[in-house]
């Protein structure tokens, strides 16, 4: 009862503090070491994850597991790059561009990909939302859907990237997630798993995601269109759709060894089709 306790306490920093000192407890006890000697450790966003263990397995595969590559638990962007400077991984990944202060220190970025940022729910047929009706739902001005099932809201903290693109969709669904934010019983996520994990047990739903998230980790969850526009890496591509998470790669320096090898299969064709199958889109102009 105790640990329930602890676990359901535990605030959100808490959480990402915690998960940061897995990864240092993992290579501290060195279960990340294959026998030739050569690893990897991959962490970062949640949003990559689910690509990153696809592509860790394809990659895998391909050399014959002479390299260990290890994905670790969700650290987020910002406990990511705490780890990665820890030397407690040697790839972060980031889902928001690195800050002046990343450069100087030495670290080196890849954006490996974008993907269509989009709403999603449980609830079947919704079909679009226009930012007007998105704003009503999130400031509660309506509270149910056209049949009359109430409208669950998952949010995710102000200072995460999903609610700054969220916000950057218009200025009245800015201000309508200002008004969501101090609402009471709304469904606050610490990660993007446990966003989409709420999404998917919450009848009615509300929540933001990636299309890569959804693809990758097969969720039970409905994209709805936007605006008129049905996100998708074509629509990304053409300009349609215009909503979208970059996502990259980061070392500390010029990549070299195991994480260069890794870095390299992701930019291959093998690994290029895998992030298009994934919901990224991969040519873009930098």
């Known amino acids: 009862m105790l640990g329930l306790a602890f676990k359901l306490g535990m605030s959100i920093g808490i959480r990402r503090h915690c998960a940061l000192w897995v990864a240092v407890l993992l ?17 970062g966003t949640g949003s990559a994850l689910g690509t990153m263990k696809i592509l860790g397995e394809a990659f895998t ?10 994905i670790m638990p969700n650290l987020g962007s910002s ?3 705490r780890a990665l400077q820890a030397g407690a991984i040697d790839i972060a990944l980031l889902s928001r561009p690195l800050g002046d202060a990343h450069h100087a220190a030495g670290l080196v970025a890849f954006e490996y990909g974008r993907s269509p940022f989009v709403l999603v729910s449980s609830k079947p047929g919704i079909g679009n939302l226009t930012p007007a009706v998105l704003a009503d739902l999130l400031a509660g001005r309506t509270l149910t859907w056209p049949d009359g099932q109430p409208v669950r809201l998952v949010l995710r903290p102000k200072a995460n990237i999903d609610s700054e693109i969220l916000a950057s969709l218009s200025r009245g669904i800015a201000e309508a997630l200002t ?27 509300l929540a933001v995601s990636t299309l890569a998230l959804i ?10 269109s936007f605006d008129g526009v049905v996100p998708s890496v074509a629509a990304l591509a053409d300009g349609s759709y215009r909503h979208f ?10 990549p070299s060894g195991a994480a260069l090898q890794f870095i390299e299969f992701v930019r291959s064709p093998q690994g290029r089709a895998i992030l298009e199958a994934n919901g990224h889109l991969v040519s873009f102009k930098r």
Do not use: F, Y
């Not at 469904?187 to 798993?193: G, K, L, N, S």
């Not at 693809?215 to 709805?224: A, D, F, P, Q």
């Not at 998470?245 to 010029?254: D, E, F, I, N, Q």
């Open 245 to 254: 998470k970059s996502l990259a790669m980061v070392t500390r320096g010029a």
């Open 27 to 43: 290579v501290l006890l060195g279960v990340v070491r294959s026998a030739s000697g050569e690893s990897i450790r991959v962490g």
């Open 79 to 81: 406990g990511a790059l």
């Open 61 to 70: 595969r391909q050399n014959a597991s002479k390299i260990e590559l290890t």
């Open 179 to 205: 008004i969501a934010s101090k609402r009471q019983g709304m469904v606050m996520a610490a990660t993007d798993q446990e966003a989409a994990d709420h999404a998917e047990r919450l009848p009615g739903s």
């Open 215 to 224: 693809l990758s980790e097969r969720r039970k969850l409905n994209v709805l």
